[in-house]
């Protein structure tokens, strides 16, 4: 059976506000927050939505003024007046393009098929945060009551799927404000098992600048080709000491960090002997290690080609840039955090994943963080993407869990 769910109070802007998961994550669907366009109207929706339920929201904008994340704190105490400490859930509103992909159905608008709901960002992550948004009134309805013990945070952010942007600004906010949560659980899908740590990402793209000349005349020219080739060369044999070091982590599906050329582009001619190759390559390190671990040997390597290369055209060179960087996330400060999940789902396995999420700015901040959302990370970036509706299930008894463990008895 396929259903498209259109009552009012799934309809973006509709003043009248969902109740249920299901119908959150409808009514987000139906805003197209693809990376490149504005978050905005979601953020303003959910903005209306927290006011109406008596809560301050806090936004931070881009540079431009066309995204913003939005924080809101359910405050705890007696009085209803403790904002610091707690516990975020967090989650970001951008999702991918659908540009390409060849789709059952309409992408922003939520369909269910049989036990799944189909739609884009249903599963990366608008399901998380569907559960998170449906669980507010409650956590009003005990602060104003005096019964929570601990703050509840939502952290919704920008941008998260062109390199996590927007979360630092969340941070740098909260920094600013004087707030250091307890805690965070980042809701990205991972059929909800825990998963304490994550490899970080660092993007580089190298551009050698040769110099022209005519293939017969090769003397004359400096072959940015080939000193690309050589740099790549050696980008490839650091991945091999990478691989072979002994410090690596079994957890983590490939045990140790990586570095992998992605792109390369060069040359216009074959009798042109070429003035620019620019390559592309990431390198995923574990959490005990860094950037420098690999950086430095190769501006090493950079500084012996550019003096080749400039021993034979002063004007030559290598650029290298950095065009990603999101860190990894440990698991070093979580332990008592990983204890209340264990305790919470009932399943005391630890997961360690290569992909990268906010997780790692939230842990770079001191927050012990984990990551636990319903959905599956095979379903993100694909055409009908979907999410089972029994994980949306078991998120809502997830977070009702976190709540009670909240509540005062």
Known sequence: MTKNVNSNDVQPNSTVYPKQSLDWLTRLIAFDTVSRHSNLALIEDVKAYCEQLGLTVDLTFNDAKTKANLFVTVPAGKNADIVNNGLVLSGHTDVVPVDGQDWASDPFIATIRGDKL????????????????????QAVQLSNSGQLRRPLHLALSFDEEVGCLGAPLILADLKARGITPDYCIVGEPTNMAMVVAHKGISIYRCRVHGKSAHSSLTAQGVNAISYASRLVGYVDELAETLSARDDGDTLFTVPYSTLSVGTIQGGTATNIVPNL????????????????????????????????????????????????????????DSAELQLLIAALTGDDERQKVAYATEGGQFTNAGIPTIICGPGSIEQAHKADEYVELSEMTRCDAFLQKLLDSCTIK
Do not use: W
Request: charged share 20%; hydrophobic share 40%; proline share 7%.
């Open 118 to 137: 189909y739609g884009r960002g249903s599963c990366d992550m608008k399901g998380f945060i569907a559960c998170a948004l449906s669980l507010l009134p």
């Open 277 to 332: 190759c620019e390559f592309t390559f990431d390198y995923r390190n574990l959490p005990h290690m860094t950037q420098d671990d690999i950086l430095e040997p190769i501006q090493i390597k950079v500084a012996e080609l550019t003096a080749q290369m400039q021993a034979r055209a002063p004007e030559t060179g290598i650029e290298l840039l950095q065009e990603v960087s999101v860190p990894a996330m440990t698991d070093n």
